[in-house]
Nanobody, 116 residues
Framework: QVQLVESGGGWVQPGGSLRLSCAAS????????MGWYRQTPGNEREAVAT???????NYADSVEGRFTLSRDNAKNTLYLQMDNLQPEDTAVYYC??????????WGQGTQVTVSS
């Protein structure tokens, strides 16, 4: 069973930074899709930053220029560096791994709260 363990969430003031980590129990060298999603109460989960085929990185328009996706293949870990955080970034952030078209796994989620 594939496991994704997220960490790094918390509370930060507007303009602050956080780095989320997602440690996978399998290789993340070239997954079909891997990335970070977020969800607020009453809303659907939305893509924040994803890497497709291990190469193409996409960002949501709302985070472009503020968030950076990176990974350490040796540690099977995906990171999301979040800078200049704003209150609208408050959400539960989930790590997603889709190693192939047949399977998708999600982490347990980590809360990010941005407020003054």
């Amino acid at each position: 069973q594939v496991q994704l363990v997220e960490s790094g969430g918390g509370w930060v003031q507007p303009g602050g930074s956080l780095r989320l980590s997602c440690a996978a129990s399998v290789s993340i060298f070239s997954p079909y899709i891997m990335g970070w999603y977020r969800q607020t109460p009453g809303n659907e989960r939305e893509a924040v930053a994803t890497i497709i085929g291990g190469r193409v990185v996409n960002y949501a328009d709302s985070v472009e220029g503020r968030f950076t996706l990176s990974r350490d293949n040796a540690k099977n870990t995906l990171y999301l560096q979040m800078d200049n955080l704003q209150p609208e970034d408050t959400a539960v952030y989930y790590c997603r791994l889709t190693p192939d078209k047949r399977r998708t796994y999600w982490g347990q989620g980590t809360q990010v709260t941005v407020s003054s």
